[in-house]
């Protein structure tokens, strides 16, 4: 190997630095951009616009709520559906299967990470709706249709549709973050609940506790991701500005709108609203992120110290 | 997985992200203004009304093999969209079919902008009711009082007796309308306020209707609206002419201002539009919705391809006016199979003269 000298390792140095510090401009620049041009909308409507309902463009009257509801409704239907089956298939991966049925179902799990998301959206379109308004609606109606959260017009379209398609798109990353944060614990604590007569059962449970705000930043992660979705939604939740507690009635979320309207948002303040919009989005994103790095960051520490033991 | 190797993936995603989106930034840059046009190649982008995409698919590949070394791009993005690409000169020219209201002329600040009508078509009321054996008739106050949410279901008196040879079901209508920026959400709601009062005063005419709160599902693009009704029974929502024809779907017949229920047709397009050539204005910016005449149909429009008289790349501003004299003269023949109309003959030499104002530096580019 040639020598590169005392020259080379500082340009090197530097290199690496303007990489890493560049992400940190980008973020800020973003920032800075999305703060500057909603100022129109700050200034006219200040808080309001957080607590406005209604969302009339043409008379210029915006109002974030319904999407801010949409956006944590139907985010949260997501987890409440995801996080279960996540849970299932990584304590079955890590703790129960088998080497030769492990790997291809984990595989299984990272190739539906990849598939684009506007696949997902025609998916729900052709086959989830129809299956929701035929089969799975008419049941809950017939059952549960006292509750508030079954009434209402059943059409396949809407926010239970939308909290689907995203369940679905979410449990590959909180799969694979949990089954990396099990495989983190170190093998000594099983083999020690197993050495005093723990059950498979207890000791998983042993090990999902000591893996749990590693588990909770996998399920962060996944919230982060379910925020953010933008084409799958925007074709199955039906795009109407509303809040209601039926499932089954169209509701509309803050990436969709941003979606469908800012090709064309042609006044200022319409403009203004939307990237308003995208600014909240984007502060709750960072938020939502950050708290996911320092729940799994106190994970592995923990696991590296245990370790090191 | 490790999380090494997560942080690998993760990183090799945001670089391949972000070089996609550089890419197509720069792409679009060249085809905003800046490339060269000293060869024979000319490539061109336009964008906007999804209304007359297949229009325009038909038209740009046709007249490309004709003129091999002109290439014209044009993306389905909404009228509202291409009328923001044409302000903005992201794009080579727009299509819209809402003509430009004087604020947003004037928020167009790099020139005088042009409006070149090239062809018209028909918005419809399609619908999902397999039962149906005949086209559904509507007036344009059942239309707005399904839209308006007080007409609630498909056997609703008011709809049966305009229909009383029809067996309608008992089921609730759901209302697609479209949720982005929309040239047919204008001719739409143009035509509503200016024969439903209460549409007028509530909705009115407008790129982006807002129906009252829990009426109706939104749907993006003519293709989302479309894909809504082909996939839910008992919706009914308003797309171009085309979008029906090519899924099999059923339009409904239209009552006119002559009290005549009319199948919406290149024909009857054509019909609406003749009565109006005379009252147009300097400018071409005009509406044809509720029409004069028994065999008009009383939802159609008129688009337009909208481009910037001062042509900065001589080049690209002679294959445009080439492009659109070709496209309202020999490529007529191609309007009717798409279930368009063409512009009607005392409009025709009107847009002659429109493209014959694009120029470049003073010098007309169609020469």
Redesign the interface.
Known sequence: MAQTGALGDKLFRSILWIAATSILVLVAAIFYMMLQNSLPTIERFGMGFLFGREWVPAQETFGALPFIYGTVVSSVLALVIAVPISLGIAIFLTEQAPRSIAKPIGFMVELLAAIPSVVYGLWGIFVLAPFIRNYLGPPLQDYLGWLPLFQGRLTGIGMLTGGLILALMITPIITSVVRDVLQAVPTTQREAALALGATKWETTMIVLGNAASGIAGAVVLGLGRAIGETMAVTMVIGNSPQITASLFEPAYTIASVLAANFADATNEIYLSSLIEMGLILFLVTIVINGLAKLMIMSVTRKSNAASHV | ???KS?LKNATTAFLVVFSVIAAACSGQKMGSGSTESSGTNVSMQGSGSTFVKPMMDKWTSEFGKLNPTIRIDYTG????????AI?SQTADFGGTDAAMSD??LK?ATAGEIVHIPVVLGAVVLTYNLAELKEPLKLTPEIIADIYLGKIKKWDDERIKKENPTLTLPAN?I?PVFR????GTSDVFTDYLSKTVPEWKEK??R??????P????????GNE?VM??VK?????IGYVELTFAKANNLPTALIKNSSGKFVEPNSDSVTSAAGGMAAKMPEDLRFEITNADGEASYPISGIVYILAYKDQKDAGKGKALADFLWWAIHDGEKFVRDLHYAPIPSGLVTKTEAKINLLSNNGKPVRQ
């Open positions: 997985m490790n999380r997560i993005t909404g009228s509202g969209a291409g009328i923001k302000q604020e947003e928020q609730d759901t949720a982005d920026g929309s909705i009115g407008t790129k982006n209707p807002q129906l709160q829990g009426v109706g599902i939104g749907g993006k989302g894909g809504q996939n839910t029974p008992n919706t």
